[in-house]
């Protein structure tokens, strides 16, 4: 199976409105609610392609309950109606005692355009915090195959987290992906995770450098065995121990982005755990990813879109050789 | 007791952030929920005034159970910390299968400015609705001295629902207030209630008239028996069988009018059950809405402020005559 961890799992709710207008009243006139969080979404994309997925992380207060609910039970997806137990990830959230925190996005029904407003997340306390550190111990060592750290960090856990989850990982044999960004990315760096999948913002942030091939090599030597950036509608960019690659979508599609990089994150895992060589798992992310910005339903894919694209991606670049 | 009817009750949540620009991401320094729609609100105020106050409507789903939680548990407020039992509203919410509607103010920290954005709640089943008019009659009939009924309707409740409440108030002997907008007023004021509380804007949908004093007279003569119109800084107009009164708080306040109104009601109501001359009900009326703008807190009132403002506030009008 593949192991996804969000530490700050979220309630996502999406409102539409004709349009926002600051400091007036607005009726809202559909109001939906899904599990969110970035490991969250990479899991659902994950079972999607048809991969034993396991979630963790953690869920408190009643926004966990509903976050549960809608993952579909503790265990029990066989009670339920709506996709079938195979597609959907096994839930292995910690109960704490703070809530699960709420993200809304609020959506101009003419235009589409998105405003976002994030909750903080609960505190999670010292004492949850060493139950996590057991708790993911016994699902990297219950057949994880590979395991992606997803996100941002709650409130009252240290920047270091990640680094200390990557070590884990590694120490279990356990290949790591780490997508978050910050401080948290910059220690998950030094901690040498296999793969790190930074945006264009994110890789600036981490080596000061907008040169999207010199910040990656940058990234690359500050620790992780792999880099691949997404430049948003020009593709990805990997450098890696057997080759740089280019991968870029056929055509330049309008859409929505959110959950983009997630359904990439979901592309990379995937290959990764079926051994695919470079460009192919390259190829998968792009098409993933740009089906993401095609589906109606923000962070959904497009599974016809998906067929589709996937050949028609074009990847160039050199394998085989050690980039310096 | 006093009843207070929310048909239409709410989670609301109040959203600090730097500022809201549109189309961007927000993270929300600060989140905090507390129980809403007019009616709860209005119960808040009259319990803080020391009487006993009963809360009805529908309350579903988990931000129903939130909403109750916060609202001191379904009549066991000696099993929780806070405000004393006899300062909070008893708890006779009817359980509905759909799911309480949560509004989101988001307040810009720096102005105060607020943008609000309301879902439009839960769809209630005609069975659901019958369910409902038998509780409402038992709770008129167990001691009822006053009614409120206040808010918009949520989705489901035909538009004549306050108009038959009204009338089974009256049936109970029982003085009911109508506080809502739009046809649900117009079919409620025709159904002849003790008194209705419109705002300017409210008034002139009903009448077609932006005059005041017109309006106000007009609202009368579709029903209400008494008509106390919420003219925003100015104060209050009534217009009643024993007299035309305005009333005017001593200085022009800044602040958040969230609640102003459903403060005034609560002045309203209280007077009325006390049995106080019109210009005294008035005067605290408007008191306690200026109270309101003045609190830091959104919808609670300042107590200070309400002592100090109550003998400032100017009632001027003529008493003992009935207008034409």
Redesign the interface.
Known sequence: MILTVTLNAALDIT?R?PA??????????E?VERPGGKGVNVARVLSALGHRTVVTGFAGG??G??LRELLGGSGRPADRSGPSPAARPVDALLPIAGATRRT?A?V?ASTG????????GPVVSAAEWTGFLSHYDRLLRTGAEAVALCGSLPPGIHVGAYAELIRRARAAGVPVLLDTSGEPLRRGVAARPDLVKPNADELARLTGSREPERATQDARRRGAHAVVASLGPDGLLAVTPDGVWRAAPPDTVRGNPTGAGDSAVAGLLSGLVERLPWPARLSRAVALSTATVLAPAAGEFDARGYAELLPRVTVTGTGGREPE
């Not at 926002?20 to 607005?26: A, E, G, I, K």
């Open positions: 409102y409105t926002l207008v600051p400091h007036t009243t607005h009726r809202v006139s109001v009643r926004t309950d509903v809304i609020v101009d355009d998105t405003t976002q407003l994030n909750e903080p």
